[in-house]
């Protein structure tokens, strides 16, 4: 959406920085201003403002941190869904076969409640257990975009750079990851987005993101529709700008093949 903004005659890239440049710094003004907006509206939303700004920022940092660990995770999983060796192979297609068929909040109740119990003295807060459980849970699906991706590259790519002498360790870092991470680009982001909106989950055991502060807001109103709107709205202001990150990567790095 950004990128159509800038002047035509801007290269790919100009026009890629600013965009990010533009959604970064619209999603730090609107994180920082989102109270005091919503204090010039009526009872229920005016007097809980300032909750609700928290709540927001709590759900975009619960975001960041767990999709973080998720690429990494993803990234070391794919990887050893590719390994030669088979006990590896087999242990990340299990952990991969586990996370996908299970219910996201049932991960999240799993490692809060069940994971102390398997070892005794792990009892992690409300945040570090949601960003194990949302961590976990995007890095298998992170794990299989970019497993897609590696396999998409030519194999004649790979054994063109053998031929020339070049390492394992060489062909994979320059040759084969970089167009592989290109190619898993989209689903990635895909993933991060779907990662927003999924934390709200994270209330079940307490964590005081949006949907809990709107949820206790609304049960201590009884006006619904007012406070889940709120939450709604600042859901869509949050992923709006996020999308509009992740096409400003997506057109820096040609993921289409349209450069100009």
């Known amino acids: 959406m950004f990128t159509a903004l800038w002047p035509r005659h801007w290269s790919r890239q100009q026009r890629s920085n600013a965009t990010l440049v533009s959604a970064l710094v619209l999603m730090v003004l609107a994180l920082a201003l989102l109270g005091h907006a919503l204090s010039f509206l009526p009872d229920p939303i005016g007097p809980n403002a300032q909750a609700f700004a928290e709540g927001a920022r709590t759900t975009l940092w619960l975001t960041l941190v767990s999709g973080l660990c998720g690429l990494v995770l993803g990234t070391g999983a794919a990887l050893a869904r590719t390994a030669r060796w088979t006990p590896l192979r087999w242990t990340a297609r299990c952990y991969i076969w586990v996370i996908r068929g299970t219910p996201l909040l049932v991960q999240i109740l799993f490692v809060y409640f069940a994971l102390p119990v398997l070892v005794p003295g792990l009892n992690l807060p409300d945040f570090a257990a949601a960003v194990v459980a949302l961590g976990l849970n995007v890095g298998a699906y992170n794990a299989e975009a970019i497993r897609a991706g590696l396999l ?46 999924d934390s709200s989950l994270a209330y079940a055991i307490g964590v005081v993101e949006l949907t809990n502060v709107g949820n206790r807001i609304q049960s201590a109103t009884f006006q619904p529709i007012a406070t889940l709107s709120t939450v709604a709205v600042t859901y869509l202001l949050l992923t709006t700008l996020v999308t509009q990150v992740s096409n400003a990567i997506e057109h820096r790095f040609d993921v289409e093949g349209r450069a100009q």
């Open 152 to 197: 998409a590259v030519p194999r004649g790519q790979t054994e063109a750079a053998r031929a020339l002498g070049l390492s394992r360790t060489y062909v994979f870092f320059d040759v084969v990851f970089p167009q592989a991470f290109k190619i898993s680009l989209p689903p990635l982001v895909s993933n991060f987005v779907a990662l927003l909106k």
